[in-house]
C-alpha cells in the first residue's frame, strides 16, 4: 500500500467513523472545507438548499439535512459518492445542475502533483479521500 494510499484510508476511515479517534476532528474539518468550497454556496453553510446561488437556480436546491430521513434513517454513502463524482445525475432535478465534482477534485489533485503524486492510483485515492470526508461532513448534517 502506498503512503498515499494509507492516509487516504485513514481520512475515509475518520470521516465515516462514529466514534471518535485521533484524527477524527481533522477528517472532519476536511469534509467541512470540501462542503464550504463546493456545495454551500447552492446548498446554504447548513445544508437546507439555502445558499446564495439557490435563488438564481432553475430548480430548487436539495435539502442535505434530511438524506437520512428521506431514507429510512440510512446515509445512502454509495448513492451520495456517485451523485457527487458525477456517475450518478439527480434525475428528479432533470438536466444536471450540479458540477461534477470528482471530475473538478481530480484536477484539483493533478495541479498539485509537486508532492510526488504521480500514479493514477494514487490520484484515484486522494479523490476517493477527498469525497468521503465530504460525505463524513453531509453525514454530520443531518437532522436528529
Not at 437556480?57 to 456517485?82: M, Q
Not at 451523485?83 to 445525475?89: E, N
Not at 434525475?91 to 481530480?106: E, K
Amino acid at each position: 500500500m502506498t503512503k498515499l494510499s494509507r492516509i487516504s484510508a485513514i481520512v475515509v476511515g475518520a470521516a465515516l467513523s462514529a466514534t471518535p479517534v485521533v484524527g477524527h476532528a481533522q477528517a472532519v474539518d476536511i469534509g467541512k472545507r470540501e462542503y464550504s468550497n463546493s456545495c454551500a454556496v447552492c446548498h446554504g453553510a447548513s445544508g437546507k438548499g439555502d445558499g446564495p446561488l439557490a435563488a438564481v437556480l432553475n430548480r430548487p436546491v436539495a435539502d442535505l439535512t434530511k438524506i437520512e430521513a428521506n431514507n429510512n434513517g440510512i446515509l445512502p454513502v454509495d448513492r451520495i459518492y456517485a451523485v457527487i463524482d458525477g456517475r450518478q445525475a439527480v434525475q428528479t432535478h432533470g438536466p444536471r445542475d450540479m458540477p461534477l465534482w470528482g471530475n473538478v477534485f481530480s484536477t484539483d489533485v493533478a495541479a498539485g502533483l509537486c508532492f510526488g503524486l504521480a500514479s493514477p492510483k494514487e490520484l484515484e485515492d486522494l479523490v476517493k479521500g477527498r469525497i468521503f470526508a465530504l460525505i463524513g461532513y453531509i453525514h454530520t448534517l443531518q437532522a436528529k
